[in-house]
């Protein structure tokens, strides 16, 4: 008999897995923040599920604590004053290895079901967790209830069925038959046992604290492994929501809840300690360079899963949909201030300028006109608010700064600081966008985090590309886009992305930007240039995460 919550969710299991065959559309969650598809009481009782948790100590029964931490910031400069319990991790490692073996016990089919029926829970509390989440990163309203709820969700439900589809790979046991000529034949049954390697550690980021942390989350927790998720320092809110969900599923369905723990670390060095742990078996990160190079040189162990920096960039060679392209590449360098792993940063230009179904566009009237549908689309308050959010860390806004100076190359488009009516301390600022020559390399060459773009001069279409790849393959990206009405250039693109080995859009005009990224359709990262190792998700992705143990006998 299968496992009764995996026969509650088996249709949304069977939908996710034709989804991650066919690639076409799919989303078990809706993304859109409706009370008529999430209860007409959802919104209210969401936020004020989130405003319970303010000024309060987050109480979650785990072994080893030793006190209370908390210090988050939020970006809108609404007081949080949370505090989070601080425990032991090597109190955490010793009681997740003992829960792991009644998570083993249930086989692969009991663990898929409670993932399903975690996700499903998870869903129910979008709103409270798109709250926490807005407040914690600086996300507008609608990004923090997406991608901070159902498209999470939905890229947690994505590795759970790739883990499902790899370990149902597994028979549980075989006859094996041998013929020995005149002789009978050797006969043996042998069975065969998934298991998880050990603890599994995920590391949050600070501005997708539930996007980049369900992946390796599910898919190590649905391969049988325990997981310790080790929060960002100014994003624990989203995180702590989470964990204590999954304790309570884990609890209702006779589990020992210590199987999900939240690790709040007042030290870099505490985190390094866990990551090195033999225990550990796998650790997913998202974030620095340094930090991430830090694990995989130091974390071996584990397997270590890293998304790091990289230099997202786009080639514009020629359009036939100039405005439509312009407005199009003004959403992607707003949206979320540009605090997202996959918006471009470097645009490359001919110097000869463009052909356009407008006439030939000059360089510097590409750089213009790029500037002024910045301005056009984030001259409504409600719009800007809503797209650009607020500015996640003091780290961010210095490299704005620094960028305004001229200090990079000339200012095409300064940043501004907008005032928000509704959060007068949110800290709101529009992107600056930068000349530069391709020969700038220092200026554009290595991740800016945050709103600042640059319109890097090359001296054709051929030196774009050839430039395009060079920086993927030295520097990483997780994306890169081209804009051209010629066959021959896309071909070029399309082989120089093969050989980068990194995602190309072509030619957005419309509703899709090259920043997104949709479950069960796109990869999120090749794992095959120096911005990721790993792609969100595929089977290798979840394959490693678990142990395949049998034993034999004579029959």
Not at 49 to 54: D, N, T, V
Not at 71 to 80: F, K, M, N
Not at 440 to 456: C, H, L, N, Q
Not at 524 to 549: E, L, M, W
């Amino acid at each position: 008999m299968t496992h009764p919550l995996l026969d509650k969710h088996r249709a949304t299991l069977e939908s996710a897995l034709d989804a991650i065959a066919t690639r076409g559309y799919w989303s078990a969650f809706p993304e859109m923040p409706s009370p008529k598809l999430y209860g007409e009481t959802a919104p209210d009782e969401g936020k004020r599920a989130f405003e319970a948790h303010l000024g309060k100590q987050f109480e979650l029964g785990q072994p080893g604590q030793t006190g209370w931490h908390g210090g988050e910031t939020s970006p809108y400069g609404v007081a949080l004053d949370v505090s989070y319990p601080v425990c032991d991790p090597d109190a955490l490692i010793a009681a997740g290895l003992e829960a792991m073996k009644g998570w083993q016990a249930v086989g692969a089919d009991g663990r898929t079901g409670i993932c399903l029926e975690i996700l499903e829970r998870l869903n129910k509390q979008s709103f409270e967790i798109a709250h926490a989440v807005m407040m914690t990163t600086g996300q507008g309203w609608m990004m923090a209830f997406q991608a901070g709820g159902p498209h999470a969700q939905d890229r947690g439900l994505e590795a759970v069925t790739y883990a499902w589809r790899e370990q149902s790979f597994v028979p549980a046991e075989a006859r094996w038959e041998k013929p020995q000529g005149k002789n009978p034949p050797l006969v043996m049954k042998k069975n065969y046992q998934i298991v998880g390697r050990g603890v599994g550690l995920v590391i949050g980021c600070g501005t997708f604290p539930t996007w980049n942390t369900y992946p390796g989350l599910f898919a190590a927790l649905s391969t049988g492994n325990a997981v310790i998720i080790k929060a960002h320092s100014n994003a624990i809110l989203p995180a702590a929501i989470t964990v204590r969900t999954i304790r309570a599923v884990l609890a209702e369905n006779g589990i020992d809840p210590n199987l999900v723990s939240l690790c709040v670390a007042t030290q870099r060095t505490v985190t390094q300690a866990l990551a090195t742990h033999p225990a550990v078996q796998s650790v997913d990160f998202t974030g620095s360079n340094v930090f991430g190079q830090w694990l995989i040189d130091n974390c071996r162990q584990a397997q270590v899963y890293a998304e790091l920096a990289g230099v997202n960039n786009i080639v514009i060679d020629s359009t036939d949909a100039y405005k439509a392209m312009l407005g199009n590449l003004a959403f992607t360098l707003s949206l979320y201030s540009g605090q997202m792993c996959t918006t471009s940063q470097a645009l490359f230009v001919p110097a000869g300028g463009i052909d356009t179904e407008d006439g030939h566009k000059s360089y510097d009237e590409v750089c213009a006109d790029l500037a002024r549908a910045v301005e056009r689309f984030l001259s409504k308050p409600e719009v800007a608010h809503a797209v650009l959010g607020a500015i996640q860390s003091a780290d961010t806004a210095e490299r704005i700064d620094i960028a305004n100076s001229g200090a990079l190359g000339k200012v095409v488009l300064a940043s501004q600081k907008l005032d928000n009516p509704e959060f007068p301390g949110a800290k709101v600022r529009t992107p600056v966008l930068l000349a530069c020559d391709a020969g700038d390399e220092k200026a554009y060459m290595e991740e800016r985090f945050g709103p600042i773009s640059f319109i890097v001069k090359v001296a054709d279409t051929a030196a774009g590309i050839a430039l395009s790849e060079r920086v993927v393959r030295t520097h990483g990206a997780l994306t890169v886009g081209l804009y051209s009405t010629r066959q021959d250039v896309i071909d070029a693109m399309t082989e120089a992305t093969w050989r980068g080995k990194v995602a190309l859009s072509i030619n957005l005009t419309s509703g899709v930007f090259v920043n997104q990224s949709a479950a069960f359709s796109d990869y999120h990262g090749t794992g095959g240039n120096p911005s990721a190792n790993a792609s969100y998700s595929d089977s290798a992705f979840v394959a490693n995460r678990f142990r395949v143990v049998q034993r034999r006998h004579h029959v």
